[in-house]
């Protein structure tokens, strides 16, 4: 399943709410029985989708490390983005 550029990414988040590294993913990881794959979220897996990750890292929507990359829907980056500035990015 392809996704647009309004998909979000967890680096995106972190910087979009100035939060450290891995805030959005902490945040994500906490709530994944939430979650919906295809529908909340979307796994971009290295062996598959390497031409897309590497547009990501290039776009720099990704952190340079990302090996199978998360790509989050507009309701989903919404919920992880209202979490992180309640809770001044501490997950």
């Given at each position: 399943m392809a996704h647009g550029d309004n998909w979000t990414t967890f680096r995106e988040l972190d910087q979009d709410c100035?939060?450290?590294k891995?805030?959005?993913f902490r945040a994500?990881?906490?709530r994944l029985?939430?979650?919906r794959e295809g529908l909340d979220y979307q796994v971009l897996e290295a062996d598959?989708?390497?031409e897309r990750i590497a547009q990501l890292k290039d776009q720099e929507r990704l952190y340079?490390?990302?090996i199978n990359a998360v790509?989050?829907?507009p309701q989903a980056a919404r919920v992880i983005r209202a979490s992180l500035v309640?809770?001044?990015c501490e997950h």
């Open positions: 100035d939060c450290p891995g805030s959005a994500f990881k906490r029985d939430q979650w598959l989708q390497a340079g490390n990302t790509l989050l829907s309640e809770t001044n």
